[in-house]
Structure formats: structure tokens, C-alpha cells
């Protein structure tokens, strides 16, 4: 016949180790500790002994919202040594995670208001221990009421191809931007019910935050401010070095007709014409080249003008980069929303 044991609680809910903090995604540690003794008052004899742990939301019913986490001595995730009782006093560290490698965190989530409760079974050697004892306040202020406030987008890295990683930050009340419901996304009992905000490079929109004094969760379109570029009054200059123009005339007739007639002032007799037979006078030239200026030919010759468009630049630039969207260097990240 199994002795019936029940917990008496000396130390619980302590300290948190390395966790519970701000971000609500790092999976922390708690110190938990008791004396477990039988009906009559006696202690659990010394010895190392197998002990498991888990965190409902109830005294008594219902399903965990974590655990177990197994002191048997096993492998695996959420298993660690077995349990060194002495006097019936016993400690362990619960977490990080249990054996279903949910991080000891998602317990505490908590809600809006801030004021679920929690309880922690104890089972020895198989026998579960009554009642549940309920968890001091300290690690649900530090976690639950702590500070990421329920609405608060951050940044995140994980691999989104692993149904672990997305398994973890849905576990712990958050929910990836993605223009989905947090519900979903297998969010349990989410505060924040609607579309979440589609932020998320991975769905094609990348947005950048920014803040604002009036409406959340309004898209802006890229744009470029209005501007102008100032062109101030400069010179153009223009040189030509010397040069020739030349133009070729080639072998040519100029003839000359004189009329026929016998009045005006010249007349046949004039042109020594006894027979009154009109008279030709002709010249006969060579080709010959004609130049035109031959020293250089110069166009407003001034000092040359600096031109600058608004401020100068120092002339060194990297690779051209041309795309469909105007953005800085950056890193890619995920955008989630704690729903819960």
C-alpha cells in the first residue's frame, strides 16, 4: 500500500535564476523548495527519489499550463537527476524548460488584468501530493505584470521554418505580425483577438515603426519629401585652337556679252564690230584656296565656374544598388506582438 504524503512548503518561489525577464522570452529558473512528510508527521526517509513538477492555473482539475518537468534521473527534455531528500527536505531548480520544451516563462504570462493564479502539483515516486500549493507572487510580478506590456511590438530572431521556435514564442503569449489572428496562430486565450498589424518582410510589406500621437496600426506609403536643386550663376567656356578655313575654287569662264545697237554709248563702232556681230570677253582662271583666319578662334574666353547642385559631395560613393524600394542597410528580423 502507497503511503500517503502531503507537502509541507518552506521555501517556494524564491528567486528566478537568469530569467523571467523583461523580453518574456528567456526561459528562466525557479528555486522551489519543501518538506514532504506522511499523515503521522514523519519525514520521507533520506534517499534520492523521483519527483515531478507542474503549474496549473487551479487548485485542483484541470491541465497544467506547464510541466511536467521530471526529476527521474532520465534523459530527454525536462529531465534531470533525481532528487536528494534529507530529513524530508528537499529543493530543486524548476526549469528551464519542460518535457515538452516549453520554457518555465509561459506560465506566467498572465493576462490583462494581471491576477491569474498559479499552482504547482508535486508528485513523488508517482503520487501526486495535496493539496496543490499555490505560487508566491513574486515571479508572476516579475514575469506576468512585468515589462512588456500586453500590445507591445518588438523585435525577435528565430527560424521561422521550426515549428519549436514558433511553438515557443506562442507558448510564452506572443504572436508573429502577420496579419493573422493570434488564435490562429495557436495562442491560447489571447487578449489582443483581432488581425494583428502585417509587418513582417517574410509577407512581402517590411515595414519600418514609427511612432505617432494619434491612430496604431495605420500604414504609411514610402515617399520622398518635395525638394529642389539651386543652380547658381556660372560660365560656360568654349575654346577653339587656331585653325583654317578653306574654300576651293576650281577652274571657271566669266563671260561678258555686249548687245547689239546703235545708240547709248556703246555701239558697234565702239567695240571695232564692222559687221555688227555681238562681242564675247571671257577670263580664264585656275583653282586657288582662299583662308579665312588663321589664328585660333575663342568663345567667351573666361576662367571656368565651379557648379554645384545644393551641397558638394566628396566624390566617393560604393556600389550602385537599384531596386524597387528606397530603404537604409539593415538586418531582418521578426516583428511579434504580445497578445497575452
Not at 522551489?32 to 519525514?43: C, E, K
Not at 482539475?61 to 532520465?74: K, L
Not at 515603426?209 to 504609411?220: C, I, N
Not at 547689239?260 to 571695232?272: H, I, L, M, P, V
Request: glycine letters at 12%; one cysteine or more.
Amino acid at each position: 500500500m502507497t503511503k500517503p504524503y502531503r507537502l509541507i512548503l518552506t521555501l517556494a518561489s524564491l528567486t528566478l535564476a537568469v530569467g523571467l525577464q523583461a523580453q518574456g522570452l528567456v526561459s528562466g529558473s525557479m528555486n522551489y523548495g519543501g518538506t514532504v512528510v506522511d499523515a503521522t508527521g514523519d519525514p520521507l526517509p533520506d534517499g534520492n527519489y523521483d519527483l515531478a513538477f507542474s503549474i496549473y492555473s487551479q487548485a485542483a482539475g484541470g491541465m497544467p499550463v506547464w510541466g511536467p518537468q521530471e526529476f527521474d534521473g532520465q534523459p530527454g527534455t525536462g529531465h534531470q537527476p533525481l532528487v536528494a531528500v534529507v530529513g524530508g527536505r528537499f529543493s530543486v531548480l524548476l526549469g528551464p524548460i519542460d518535457t515538452s520544451g516549453d520554457p518555465l516563462s509561459s506560465a506566467f504570462n498572465g493576462t490583462s488584468t494581471g491576477t491569474d493564479s498559479r499552482y504547482i502539483e508535486v508528485i513523488v515516486q508517482g503520487t501526486a501530493l495535496a493539496p496543490r500549493q499555490p505560487i508566491l507572487a513574486t515571479p508572476y510580478a516579475l514575469s506576468a505584470q512585468g515589462m512588456i506590456p500586453i500590445g507591445s511590438i518588438i523585435a525577435h530572431h528565430l527560424d521561422l521554418s521550426s515549428a519549436a521556435d514558433l511553438a515557443r514564442i506562442t507558448s510564452s503569449g506572443f504572436a508573429l505580425c502577420n496579419g493573422t489572428t493570434a488564435a490562429s496562430q495557436g495562442v491560447a486565450d489571447p487578449v489582443i483577438t483581432g488581425a494583428l498589424p502585417n509587418l513582417n518582410v517574410g509577407d512581402g510589406i517590411g515595414r519600418f515603426l514609427r511612432g505617432t500621437t494619434g491612430t496604431t496600426g495605420a500604414e504609411q506609403d514610402d515617399q520622398i519629401q518635395g525638394h529642389f536643386h539651386a543652380l547658381p550663376n556660372h560660365t560656360h567656356t568654349a575654346s577653339s585652337p587656331p585653325h583654317n578655313h578653306t574654300m576651293t575654287q576650281t577652274d571657271h569662264i566669266h563671260e561678258i556679252t555686249t548687245g547689239e545697237g546703235s545708240a547709248g554709248s556703246r555701239n558697234r563702232a565702239a567695240d571695232a564690230d564692222s559687221s555688227s556681230t555681238p562681242q564675247e570677253a571671257s577670263t580664264n582662271g585656275e583653282s586657288a584656296s582662299v583662308t579665312i583666319n588663321s589664328s585660333a578662334v575663342t568663345i567667351n574666353n573666361t576662367d571656368s565656374a565651379t557648379v554645384s547642385i545644393q551641397d558638394p559631395t566628396t566624390g566617393s560613393h560604393g556600389t550602385v544598388r537599384v531596386g524597387d524600394e528606397t530603404r537604409p542597410k539593415s538586418m531582418m528580423v521578426v516583428w511579434i506582438m504580445r497578445v497575452r
